[in-house]
């Protein structure tokens, strides 16, 4: 089996078609979407579109969420939360049902597809170190846990970070995002599974960040959401 686990998308829809296009260049048995549809970017209702029509397992993230329910942003930055309050002012009532509908974890053969982290994977807590990572891994008892949410791509073992996988092992893999990559490359990133060949590969690529960008700040939403897809911080 080959399947594509993208996230944290972000309502970029320049990125997301762009991945998707590689994508269907793959031929891949399944497309997994870990969460982070909306947030952020200017076009929620389209991106959402295209992952319902091409995810069979989709899984909450915190911004789905928040934009659903705007009480659930509590604690995000300043910038999120006017975002957030924007998403939820444009999603029609049946796609914020959606949203709220989605599950927090899903399991395929022997993969884990979580959102933030394996523990309480409803807290959504970040795992952002080799640390984070080796104690999260305590949670899982399938061979591959899937994750997004911190936006950097990353692959541990039970013994640190690896930059290959073996069937005997136990992972966490970070995808990274598709719509706002934050380990300071701009270009989208998402993940490929052989599991067949028992392979891993990160994907990047660029795309039109001006234009998704620019669409950001015409809709009203913070500067800052627009400029940091052209570093990836």
């Known amino acids: 089996m080959r399947l594509a686990i993208i996230s944290d998308i972000h309502s970029n829809l320049e990125a997301l078609t762009t991945a998707l296009e590689l994508i269907e260049k793959q031929r891949l048995d399944e497309v997994v979407c870990l969460g982070d549809i909306v947030g952020y970017g200017a076009n929620p209702s389209e991106c959402l579109a295209l992952v319902r029509e091409r ?5 909450a993230g915190n911004h789905d969420r928040a934009a659903a329910d705007v009480t659930e942003a509590e604690n995000f930055t300043t910038n999120a939360r006017i975002a957030v309050q924007w998403t939820n002012g444009v999603l029609s ?9 989605l599950p927090y974890t899903a399991e395929l053969d022997t993969i884990l597809f979580v959102h933030g982290s394996p523990h309480e994977p409803e807290e959504f807590h970040y795992i952002l170190s080799i640390f984070d990572a080796i104690n999260a891994m ?28 073996k069937p005997d092992e136990k992972y966490l893999i970070n995808v990274g995002s598709i719509g706002q990559p934050r380990d300071g490359n701009p270009m989208l990133s998402f993940g490929i599974l ?15 960040a001006e234009t998704a960008a620019k669409k950001i700040i015409a809709a009203g939403l913070p500067h800052k959401l627009g400029m940091r897809l052209m570093t990836g911080i």
């Not at 995810?55 to 899984?59: A, K, L």
């Open 138 to 165: 305590k949670y899982v008892t399938q061979n591959i846990c899937f994750i997004g949410h911190s936006h950097v791509p990353d692959v541990f073992s039970e013994h640190g970070r690896v930059t290959a996988i």
């Open 55 to 59: 995810c069979n397992i989709v899984i």
């Open 93 to 101: 009532a049946e796609e914020k049902t959606y949203l709220q509908s």
């Open 194 to 208: 052989d599991t067949d060949g028992w392979k891993y590969e990160n994907v990047r690529r660029s795309y039109d």
